[in-house]
């Protein structure tokens, strides 16, 4: 399960680079010709010049070309929500490695200690990830909001074009190289996260599934399956451990065979649709990447 959650965040990164490479095409235009606003009066070959300077074409009206910004701020938009993406895996890391799930430990040489609390490791990398990440956005409102006035062509104002995008380009390499050496080094605890993920109650979904595979109504089986849940904290007993009886008392059509549901390896083998988290795509997937990086 916390490979399949990972490699969520995998996807989001194989998107962000799939963003860049549109970036990158869409910037890859040449605008050499256009003059200060209106093109020049001297005998040029466009075309000759963007193709031997290896552009992929040319811009089309020398106002656009000289005012043009677009290609910064998409950029900086591809990098901000890429910062948005490790931002979100931060928090993850963060509250995965604080004392109350201890799913993973954090390599010592990328945190440090408590200024107060002696026993503690903060997840310092993780925490200036998620501050970063604002730094960058706030980098891509302030260029929208320089360019959202601007008449045509070029002003003064589009020198603020530079500190956005080149703090920006820095900022995020930084927080990429450095999150990626602690990554590398982060230690997964198997045991913390096998028992967090035996508690039955996440898989009350799999028993409303089960009545829905007896005829009954999707709608209908929640409401069952509600009260199901709201037995087992009557009687103060996981879902797993609530008798046939017992279940009977909810609905008639709770049998005995219900309570086969609990089962994390068969709720995980029975979800066999692409992008699931079956054992069978999580190894494809990482196949997938494995080959993606040697690359």
Not at 110 to 118: E, K, N, R, V, W
């Amino acid at each position: 399960l916390l490979s399949h959650h990972l490699l969520a965040y995998v996807e989001m990164l194989e998107r962000d680079i799939q963003r860049m490479i549109a970036s990158y095409e869409s910037a890859n235009v040449c605008p050499l010709g256009s003059g200060a606003l209106a093109g020049v009066p001297y005998n040029i070959d466009r075309e000759k010049v963007a193709t031997e300077l290896g552009f992929s074409g040319l811009t089309v009206n020398s106002m656009d070309a000289v005012s043009d910004r677009d290609f910064v701020v998409e950029f900086i938009f591809v990098l901000s929500l890429l910062g948005v993406h490790l931002s979100r895996l931060a928090e993850e890391i963060i509250l995965w490695s604080n004392q109350q799930f201890k799913f993973v430990s954090l390599p010592d040489d990328l945190a440090t200690g408590s200024s107060i609390m002696p026993q503690k490791k903060n997840p310092d990398i993780c925490e200036l990830t998620r501050g970063k990440t604002g730094r960058v956005v706030g980098n891509l409102v302030s260029l929208l909001t320089t360019l959202k006035g601007l008449p045509l062509t070029y002003n003064s104002d589009l020198q603020e074009d530079k500190e956005r995008l080149f703090d920006t380009c820095d900022t995020v390499r930084a927080t990429v190289r450095i999150l990626a050496a602690m990554l590398r080094d982060t230690k997964v605890n198997t045991d913390a996260c096998a028992m967090a993920a035996s508690d039955p109650n996440l898989l009350a979904t799999d028993l409303a599934d089960w009545l829905v595979e007896q005829g009954t109504p999707f709608r209908e089986a929640h409401h069952v399956v509600g009260e199901v849940g709201a037995l087992g904290e009557k009687k103060n007993k996981p879902l797993n451990e609530l008798t046939a009886v017992e279940l009977k008392t909810v609905d008639k059509r709770l049998t005995k065979e219900a309570l086969k549901v609990f089962d994390l390896k068969m709720a995980l083998d029975r979800r066999t649709a692409t992008g699931s988290p079956n054992a069978r795509e999580i190894k494809r997937r990482l196949a997938y990447w494995h080959k993606f990086l040697r690359h």
